[in-house]
């Protein structure tokens, strides 16, 4: 019969089941719970752009279809589709006076020109906000 040691607890720890590795390693075993781990999860779907794993290929498939997956392929593509200058989408400015820095709408040049000299329009133009992201209003 092979020898055992006494665990932490004092429990006795049967031959071959040793965490220090010098249990008997037969092939196709596994030296820690880390490996076992491991190689179960290589036969499991992952998504790699995602860097996520999956139990089963039906939620891989679901997962491929969401918005955040999408938006993941876009953005490893090369920030591709409809995103401008720093992942910004691009939408068309209204016809009409507008700011497209801060994506306002004006009813006269007077009222842009007014913005313009405007707290929140100077910050954006010197750097200190970012460009507006939001629709225009």
Not at 33 to 48: G, H, Q, S, V, Y
Not at 80 to 100: D, I, L, N, T
Not at 104 to 124: D, I, L, M, P
């Amino acid at each position: 019969l092979g020898k055992s040691s006494v665990g932490a607890r004092g429990a006795p720890i049967p031959a071959g089941s040793r965490a220090d590795g010098e249990g008997k390693d037969a092939p196709g075993t596994f030296k820690n719970e880390l490996e076992r781990r491991l190689a179960k999860r290589a036969d499991r779907p992952r998504c790699e752009v995602c860097q996520m794993d999956f139990t089963s290929d039906a939620q891989y498939a679901e997962h491929a279809r969401g918005k955040k997956h999408l938006s993941n392929v876009r953005s490893a593509a090369g920030g591709g589709g409809a995103s401008g200058v720093g992942g910004r989408r691009y939408v068309k400015p209204p016809p009409g006076p507008h700011c497209e820095l801060c994506r306002k709408v004006f009813t006269s040049e007077a009222q842009r020109a007014e913005h313009v000299q405007g707290k929140w329009h100077r910050q954006r133009v010197s750097g200190e906000l970012p460009r507006s992201n939001k629709p225009y209003s």
